[in-house]
């Protein structure tokens, strides 16, 4: 039971927008509109410092039998089981089968993992209040997870040390269900049988009939546009 509630890597780096808080429904929320999608800023969480972005096939599935050689843990796309984990404001009390997590990124989910280990209980009560009762967003744990906090949504992820870093909403504003960035927007997140009895996460490492996470993710996604050279006179 639980708490309803892939050559090289482009991080990233630029100055932060700023937005407001608000209270509703007994929950603080985060209004941010300048991370909020748009047509003319299609994914805003370019714009927050440390963003890892990567691109990955589509639709490349694995029977709940088998695992994928993901390259990190967490992943933030690949391939991954055919079933996806319930991601409707979920909180996972246990870490769950990570293959089925990458499926509900590709629903638009953006998941939140966290080494129990290393985040207090007053900052999983934190992230807790940033999952429960909002759709498309999920939450669990990954024992020995290399970083204290990992946010992913489907291409995207951000690693943090505290619950109270402000790119934690920032992040949740732009990707959760983001219609420019999400393969599936709108695919649903509900899913009553892995609700109740979710998929168990394993921490051993795949095996040679694991597939790969496949094809490996094309890096990068974006390549900065370099100013001309000057021109040198030739040597005489």
């Known amino acids: 039971m639980r708490v309803r509630v892939g050559l090289g890597l482009m991080v990233v780096a630029a100055v932060a927008l700023t937005g407001c808080n608000e209270t509703k429904a007994g929950h603080p929320t985060i209004t ?57 404001g979920v909180v996972y009390p246990e870490g769950i089968r990570t293959e089925n997590a990458v499926h509900s990124l590709e629903h638009g989910a953006v998941w939140i993992a966290y080494n129990p280990a290393r985040v207090s209980a007053d900052d999983q009560a934190t992230l ?14 990954i024992p020995n997870m290399a970083d204290p906090i ?10 943090l040390d505290s619950a109270t870093d402000a790119r934690v909403d920032q992040f949740i504003t732009a990707l959760r269900n983001n ?58």
């Open 32 to 88: 941010l509109d300048g991370f909020a999608p748009t047509n003319d800023n299609q994914d805003p969480a370019k714009g927050i410092p440390g963003v890892v972005i990567a691109e990955f096939p589509l639709g490349n599935h694995v029977p709940s039998t088998q695992r994928v050689a993901y390259t990190s843990i967490p992943p933030m796309g690949g391939t991954h089981d055919a079933v996806w984990a319930a991601c409707d």
């Open 128 to 141: 807790r209040n940033k999952v429960q009762g909002r759709t498309y967003t999920f939450m669990s744990p």
């Open 150 to 159: 990992s946010l992913q949504s489907w291409g995207h992820q951000l690693v």
């Open 179 to 236: 219609p420019y960035t999400t393969p599936e927007p709108g695919a649903s997140c509900s899913n009553p049988i892995f609700d109740r009895d979710p998929a168990p996460y394993d921490p051993s490492t795949p095996g040679p009939d694991a597939a790969p996470m496949d094809n490996e993710p094309v890096f990068p996604t974006e390549v900065p546009v370099l100013p001309p050279e000057p021109d040198v006179p030739a040597p005489r």
